[in-house]
T-cell receptor, first 108, second 115 residues
Framework: GIQVEQSPPDLILQEGANSTLRCNFSDSVNNLQWFHQNPWGQLINLFYIPSGTKQNGRLSATTVATERYSLLYISSSQTTDSGVYFCAVMDSNYQLIWGAGTKLIIKP | GAGVSQSPSNKVTEKGKDVELRCDPISGHTALYWYRQSLGQGLEFLIYFQGNSAPDKSGLPSDRFSAERTGGSVSTLTIQRTQQEDSAVYLC?????????????FGPGTRLLVL
């Protein structure tokens, strides 16, 4: 089945810093999503991005489908950005296959 | 509704009892998904509904787990004879389109603790 790997597993930054999170996947996909899970457990859909680039405020994402990776950029990070960021891709059975996540801590 | 809602938000039960978890998807969303997340772990896919039918039930961990969806809307996940290893957060998500198109939107989850 499809494998999804995220890096780095942990990231600690000072408020105001920029960061890049990476997601590699082992097979071609037509559905890739980035999620943020906040410290209270709520999962928020950040981007549906099977290919191309999207931006939403301080966040942007790029998926290069032909090279099987996606990047999530966070600029001018804030303490509220803390949490776990998941990348997930959909397999042929319509199941989302999840990466292990990147745990981000933003220090004030 | 404005978002996916789930109830109860928390459930504590004794080993061996049955529990029912409810999910109300976003109005008009045709696809509905159940996942569970154990502490510190990623998400485990359980089942997917397209309308009222579940094309793939292979993600359900055992025959103690069952799920149904009625009227293309509300879904119920039932766990019979609960075991301590069933303790987890059960998350529901919905998407506008079935299949491989579109984003999934998650509810707040039901935190299940089996004593």
């Amino acid at each position: 089945g499809i494998q999804v790997e995220q890096s780095p597993p942990d990231l600690i930054l000072q408020e105001g810093a920029n960061s890049t999170l990476r997601c590699n996947f082992s097979d071609s996909v037509n559905n890739l999503q980035w999620f943020h899970q906040n410290p209270w457990g709520q999962l928020i859909n950040l981007f549906y991005i099977p290919s191309g680039t999207k931006q939403n405020g301080r966040l942007s994402a790029t998926t290069v489908a032909t090279e099987r990776y996606s990047l999530l950029y966070i600029s001018s990070s804030q303490t509220t950005d803390s949490g776990v960021y998941f990348c997930a891709v959909m397999d042929s059975n319509y199941q989302l296959i999840w990466g292990a996540g990147t745990k981000l801590i933003i220090k004030p | 509704g404005a978002g996916v809602s789930q109830s109860p938000s928390n459930k504590v039960t004794e080993k061996g009892k049955d529990v029912e978890l409810r999910c109300d998807p976003i109005s008009g969303h045709t696809a509905l998904y159940w996942y569970r997340q154990s502490l510190g772990q990623g998400l485990e896919f359980l089942i997917y509904f397209q309308g009222n039918s579940a094309p793939d039930k292979s993600g359900l961990p055992s025959d103690r787990f069952s799920a149904e969806r009625t009227g293309g809307s509300v879904s119920t996940l039932t766990i019979q004879r609960t075991q301590q290893e069933d303790s987890a957060v059960y998350l529901c998500a919905s998407s506008l389109f079935p299949g491989a198109t579109g984003a999934q939107y998650f509810g707040p989850g039901t935190r299940l603790l089996v004593l």
